[in-house]
């Protein structure tokens, strides 16, 4: 659980990164999109008529505009498909008690619950340990050590 949801932010920051590639690349080249917001569907309009054989974009730069989009249009969907696979996990057993309570909290949404629940669940596990008079300290106190 805790690599998928360590994907999908991976993913988040990469589609971030290529949004503000293709804004760039394309501010570079005098193409500004001032029609509306940034990303919505107008925009994807906007931007897909950029990729047609009739505008102005030199070859070169068509070809470096259309890698960013075609990537940034197969991270979209991936992204998305992680995002189900996340919350149809928080409804485990596991996680579904932890993820409810942390979504009271104002601004918590499932991704974010699931980073606490599932980061709090292998925090429990590693640290703290159940004895013959409750709970001990630290399993392993070693694992505090500063490792660079």
Do not use: C, N
């Not at 999109?33 to 994807?44: F, K, N, P, S, T």
């Not at 730069?61 to 890698?67: A, T």
């Amino acid at each position: 659980m805790r690599d998928v949801v360590r994907r999908r932010e991976t993913l988040q920051r990469e589609v971030v990164k290529f949004r503000y590639y293709i804004l760039k690349f394309l501010a570079r080249r005098g193409y500004i999109y001032r029609a509306g917001v940034h990303w919505r569907l107008a925009h994807y309009t906007w931007l897909r008529q950029l990729t047609g054989v009739t505008l102005p974009l030199a070859p070169e730069d068509r070809i470096v505009f259309e890698e960013y989009f075609a990537l940034l249009e197969y991270k979209l969907p991936r992204r998305e498909a992680l995002d189900h696979h996340i919350e149809t996990l928080a409804l485990s057993p596991a996680y579904a008690s932890a993820v409810a309570t942390l979504q009271w909290f104002r601004g918590f949404q499932v991704h974010g619950a699931m980073v606490l629940a599932q980061g709090a669940r292998r925090l429990a596990a590693v640290y703290v340990a159940p004895t013959t008079h409750g709970v001990s300290r630290l399993r392993a106190p070693r694992t505090l050590q500063w490792t660079a």
